[in-house]
């Protein structure tokens, strides 16, 4: 799913202000974080 899919399923009116929680919480972005964990499970 697409960054900016995520975003407006969880409510943001823009992707860019996803990208900035991730970095603010995780120290990533939300592709680098779907890398990490996508073979994870």
Known sequence: MAVKQ???????NHE???RQLFMRNLGMSPV???K????RF
Do not use: S
Request: hydrophobic share 40%; net charge neutral; glycine share 6%.
């Open 6 to 12: 995520v975003a407006m399923q969880c409510g943001l």
């Open 16 to 18: 860019q202000i996803l």
């Open 32 to 34: 680098e974080y779907k």
């Open 36 to 39: 990490l964990y996508q073979y």
